[in-house]
């Protein structure tokens, strides 16, 4: 069986009520770290899972009414912590990563896309569908901010295609279908619906580790997979389909009861950043 070195990486926070992203607690705030993923298949080469904060996001979130954004969800992201710094300090160029994997258009999972101008971009193209032409308040509502993006971004795009599911191993279950992106099970995206439309998981599977589920933004805190313990109800007002959600969230739950070897990863889960994410 093929396997994969994977580097898990945080470029930047924000902070949030924990009452609000946990379903508990009182109003203190979290601090929700955004991971990436850095990906080396012995064959296929670099892929990078997610961008976590850039520049952009700041440039974006200057004036109204993005600024809404920025203050909802106040970042701090030091110039190092940048993607592109961190891979240069492992010895990457932006040119040496020609796939880019997006869960979802979040701006706080896609606001450094720019700073990889070699890169193509592989998604859920539903997931594109539901945001792409937004503008204004009406793209600020998807969380989405169009001024993040490349300007080539469609002219390096490279969605997946949804024909190309295929069912999962047995170990993964209840999720049963996923698109094997090297096709030797090494990697495998997973449609995780429900907080945004066409949301992408992605299962690895690391060299002398047990697999690894990195599930972006299905829930934002290990407890809630642990508990099936979705947020504050207000939550579902940013989610595009609350009802999915909650169907994701409980097969998340289901899949670490029948099988806790999987290491689920949520993408702004500080608990689960201390174990797994690597300095910088
Ligand atoms: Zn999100």
């Known amino acids: 069986m093929t396997t994969v070195t994977l580097t898990l990486l945080e470029a930047g926070h924000c902070v949030f009520p924990e009452h609000f992203t946990r379903g508990r607690g009182g109003l203190k705030l979290a601090r929700l770290p955004a991971t990436f993923a850095l990906i080396e298949h012995p064959r296929a080469g670099l892929l990078l899972f997610e961008t976590g904060y850039g520049t ?10 993005n600024q809404l954004y920025a203050r909802l969800t106040p970042v701090t992201l030091r110039e190092e912590q940048l993607a592109v710094h961190q891979l240069a300090r ?32 592989s998604y859920w193209p539903e997931a594109w569908a539901a945001v792409r032409g937004r503008r204004g308040l009406n793209a600020l509502r ?8 490349p300007a080539d971004f ?13 069912p999962l191993p047995p170990e993964f279950a209840p999720f049963r279908h996923g698109v094997d992106l090297f096709c030797d099970e090494s990697v495998l995206a997973v449609p995780l619906p429900g907080h945004a439309v066409g949301q992408l998981g992605l299962l690895v599977r ?75």
């Open 206 to 280: 690391p060299a002398a580790a047990a697999p690894v589920f990195l599930v972006a933004d299905a829930c934002w805190h290990s407890s809630a997979f642990r508990e099936d313990r979705p947020p504050h109800a207000l939550a579902n007002l940013l989610f595009a389909d609350a009802a999915q959600y909650r169907a994701t969230l409980h097969a998340l739950h289901a899949l670490h009861t029948h099988n806790p070897a999987v290491e689920l990863v949520p993408a702004h889960c500080a608990e689960a950043c201390e174990r797994h994410v690597a300095a910088g």
């Open 154 to 166: 469609e002219a390096r795009a490279a969605p997946l295609d949804p024909a190309a599911l295929r």
């Open 142 to 149: 998807a969380a989405y901010l169009p001024e993040v993006m």
């Open 56 to 65: 952009a996001f700041f440039r974006a979130t200057r004036r109204w009414p």
């Open 90 to 121: 492992r010895g990457l160029r932006p040119a040496d990563l020609s796939r880019l994997l997006i869960s979802h258009f979040h701006a706080d999972h896609v606001s450094a896309l720019g700073d990889f101008p070699a890169a193509r971009f």
